[in-house]
């Protein structure tokens, strides 16, 4: 039963949508439109096809997700951080720093290098494998390297490596130090 006034109700909008319109003067002289004549003096009027263009689709809310990488064995055999090593101490005033990675096989097509530093990206991904750094404040720090693709998802990643910054601080004054004075009774 539903189905059949959902049918029926469909049916009227279509005929009121392609229904005849005509016109015709009253008896006070005004101009009216109709579906209907009702006057011998009705004229049908002939209308022009109405423009018709495709809805506009809004912009997605959210990023799309990218595909999964394709299952397969791993295209890189070594990715790993040769300078610095792995906790190694860094002594430069200027806090600058030049991190060189090797990978097997070389970077492929596509691909990019991303450094890494503190977990957070460091300069633009690039296809050398060398990273100048610079003012890198004392102290630890972890560096990474990552081989992105085109879409910027990670293919390979090297565990965070610690190396420690050592910058020396000039202009401090020393603590004073106590001094031992001599005892009275020994003079």
Do not use: W
């Not at 539903?2 to 049918?7: A, Q, S």
């Not at 005033?93 to 977990?119: A, C, E, F, Q, W």
């Not at 490596?161 to 001599?182: C, D, I, K, L, N």
């Amino acid at each position: 039963m539903r189905h059949l006034v959902i049918f029926l109700l469909s049916t009227l909008a279509c005929l009121s949508a392609s229904a005849e319109v005509y016109t015709y003067i009253d008896k006070d002289g005004n101009r009216v439109f109709t579906d209907q004549p009702t006057r011998s003096n009705a004229q049908r009027l002939e209308l022009t096809p109405t423009n018709k263009a495709a809805p506009i689709m809004p912009r997605p809310l959210y990023a799309p997700v990218a595909p999964p990488l394709p299952a397969g064995p791993p295209a890189y055999q070594l990715l790993r951080i040769i300078v610095p090593e792995p906790d190694a101490t860094i002594r430069a005033n200027d806090g600058k720093l030049i991190v060189s990675v090797t990978s097997d096989p070389s970077l492929l097509p596509g691909h990019l290098y991303r450094l890494l530093l503190d977990g957070e990206p460091v300069g633009a991904p690039g296809r050398s494998p060398v990273f100048p750094l610079d003012n890198i404040d004392r102290g630890t720090h972890q560096l990474s390297v990552e081989i992105i693709d085109t879409l910027g998802r990670t293919v390979e990643q090297t565990p965070a490596q610690p190396f420690h910054m050592f910058r020396a601080a000039f202009g401090q004054v020393p603590a004073p130090t106590a001094t031992p004075q001599a005892s009275v009774a020994s003079r």
